[in-house]
């Protein structure tokens, strides 16, 4: 949770941005291991305001959700009972 508003707060603040913004400071933010690729360009402008990573390579987490899927099926079992709650 405390991720998603660290990620929803670095958009935001990267939108209400007229200027390009030091990433350095908010990367020293991320979990260990995290990876961030971001680009800001305004439409029709000729270049990116940000470009920080752009053209790294990264799985999708689409593709690691699939694969942690399979991995908790086959070790768990199919029809295993999991129980989520929100909050916190």
Request: avoid cysteine; glycine fraction near 6%; aromatic fraction near 10%.
């Amino acid at each position: 949770m405390r991720f998603s508003r660290f990620i929803i707060g670095l958009t935001t603040s990267i939108a209400f941005s007229v200027q390009a913004a030091n990433i350095d400071e908010y990367i020293k933010q991320l979990p260990a291991g995290a990876n961030l690729a971001l680009m800001v360009q305004k439409i029709g402008a000729p270049a990116p305001a940000i470009d920080y990573h752009s053209q790294q390579m990264a799985l999708p987490a689409s593709t690691q959700k699939v694969i942690t899927a399979l991995a908790a099926l086959i070790q768990l079992r199919p029809g295993f009972p999991f129980y989520d709650h929100a909050g916190d």
